[in-house]
């Protein structure tokens, strides 16, 4: 029985599965933790595969290895393939004004974004690499100037344990490509132009692999630690951290993911590109030859963690008395900008309760106004992308925060549709090592793992949440785009 190896290197930590690749039994793993803050030396994430690797009790006995990574990091090279600044991660802002720039250069407003999304299938923000691009050109020049290559995390990783065979061997996927701003999903080229528009000149970029298509092979002596790795063994193109975690539960057209995580992220599986001039839907490609239109929001676990917090509740007791509590909350509503929101776009806005009368002045109505609203604001990026054609059958809904009672059996009365819940993993790993396993076994699909122990949630929709939602969020988008006074 082959054995394969995922890894994921998030923005958090490094995780690595060891499956087999036949069946996906989960044989054995391990984690090992990142250095916090929102650029890094990516040396930190090499370490730390390391010591996953070491956790997991090595991967001598794999034939295939696939790395999946946090999306949008600038990697920047110079000739000799040193890394010349720490890596900007995704969630690093400062080149948010980068972002304008770039959209007011090419005619600003609708025109601009209508230029971008139909160039590469996204409106430039902070987090793509494009925009990164063009911030170290403004305010580092001399490093921009050193730049001679430019990948992603999941790229760099994968080029490291290779053996790092110089520039021209830097490999990359259709998935994290459609991230950095400068790649076209729907004619699957790059737009060098629109690099050099960033960065003043054109780098090497990573040669964009087939979704099944080798990026080379491990080299055991360029092993992290000289930790036992296969010689010879397959690499996998890896792909971004959305992409490997649809693979991981095994998304197909129709079905929504719904990630609950620090952030939130709505995304479904798609036959056709998406292109969204308003900067909502991200029209990302995934890790099979389709497309993968997604919308983040910023306010998703942490909802619930504030929630608790001022209830002085741990969220096992913040579920039960969401549950206790009627469909609706009897008209209380949160709108849970809590640490300002990407869609829509209001960075500096706040959180908001609306309808609190004597009636609604209980823990357990604030507790279900918080998970409602959480949802609600989930159901607003369902909403942009079925308005993009995108067919929902169901939502398969994963992240931290799926692990609330409350989440899980108020999910389908708030996004109307069925909701399933698979047991908590290391989705983005796995969707990693089902990709290795592609590559190791050959064929037109991945291997087809099952997901033991989902959960399949189904209630009526109760479209009154949804409408008394709307109804306090534009009276609060109101209020915050009002002029002062």
Not at 23 to 47: I, K, M, N, Y
Not at 334 to 355: C, F, N
Request: glycine share 12%; net charge negative; hydrophobic share 45%.
């Amino acid at each position: 029985m082959p054995l394969v190896a995922g890894i994921d290197s998030s923005t958090q930590s490094c995780k690595v599965v060891v499956r087999d690749a036949q069946t996906g039994a989960l044989l054995r793993q391990g984690r090992a933790p990142h250095p916090d803050g929102t650029e890094v030396d990516p040396s930190a994430w090499w370490t730390a595969l390391g010591a996953a690797v070491d956790a997991a009790g090595g991967l001598a006995d794999v034939a295939a290895v696939s790395v999946a990574g946090q999306q949008h990091g600038m990697v920047c090279l110079d000739e000799a393939g040193r890394v010349v600044r720490p890596a900007l991660l995704w969630n690093d802002t400062r080149s948010a004004g980068a972002a304008a720039e770039l959209v007011g250069e090419a005619g600003g407003g609708e025109a601009g974004r209508r230029f971008w999304a139909d160039a590469v299938g996204s409106v430039p923000v902070a987090s793509f690499t494009v925009t990164k691009l063009r911030w170290l050109a403004r305010h580092e020049p001399a490093h921009a100037a050193r730049v001679a290559a430019v990948c992603l995390p999941h790229d760099w990783l994968t080029w490291r344990l290779a053996g790092a065979p110089g520039l021209a061997a830097l490999r990359t996927d259709r998935g994290d490509a459609s991230g950095t701003g400068y790649w076209s999903p729907a004619s699957g080229d790059y737009r060098l132009d629109l690099l050099e528009r960033a960065l003043g000149h054109r780098p090497q970029v990573p040669r964009v692999l087939g979704p099944a298509e080798p990026a080379g092979t491990v080299r055991p002596d360029a092993s992290p630690r000289r930790l036992p790795l296969p010689d010879g063994a397959v690499l996998g193109p890896g792909t971004g951290d959305n992409a490997a975690a649809a693979l991981g539960v095994g998304a197909d057209p129709g079905d929504v993911l719904v990630s609950i995580g620090t952030s939130g992220t709505v995304c479904g599986v798609a036959d056709a590109p998406a292109a969204d001039a308003t900067g909502t839907v991200a029209g990302f490609a995934d890790a099979t030859g389709r497309f993968l239109p997604l919308v983040c929001t910023l306010n998703a676990a942490r909802v619930l963690d504030a929630a608790a917090a001022l209830l002085r509740v741990d969220l096992d007791e913040l579920a039960r008395l969401a549950l206790s509590a009627p469909a609706g909350a009897d008209g209380l509503v949160m709108v849970p900008y809590l640490a300002g929101e990407r869609t829509p776009d209001r960075p500096l806005a706040s959180g908001a309760l609306h309808g609190l009368t004597l009636r609604t002045s209980t823990a357990a109505h604030l507790a279900r106004a918080a998970v409602e609203g959480l949802l609600c604001a989930l159901a607003d990026g369902l909403d942009a992308l079925t308005a993009r054609g995108l067919t929902v059958r169901r939502v398969i809904l994963v992240g931290g925060g799926a692990r609330s009672a409350a989440v899980r059996r108020i999910a389908p009365q708030v996004l109307g549709a069925p909701v399933v819940v698979p047991p908590p993993g290391e989705y983005v790993a796995d969707g990693a090592a089902r990709q290795a396993a592609w590559v190791a076994l050959g064929g037109a699909t991945p291997p087809g793992w099952a997901v033991h122990g989902t959960e399949e949630h189904v209630a009526a929709p109760v479209p009154a949440i949804r409408e008394r939602y709307a109804a306090a969020r534009e009276h609060f988008l109101d209020r915050v785009d009002a002029p002062a006074r």
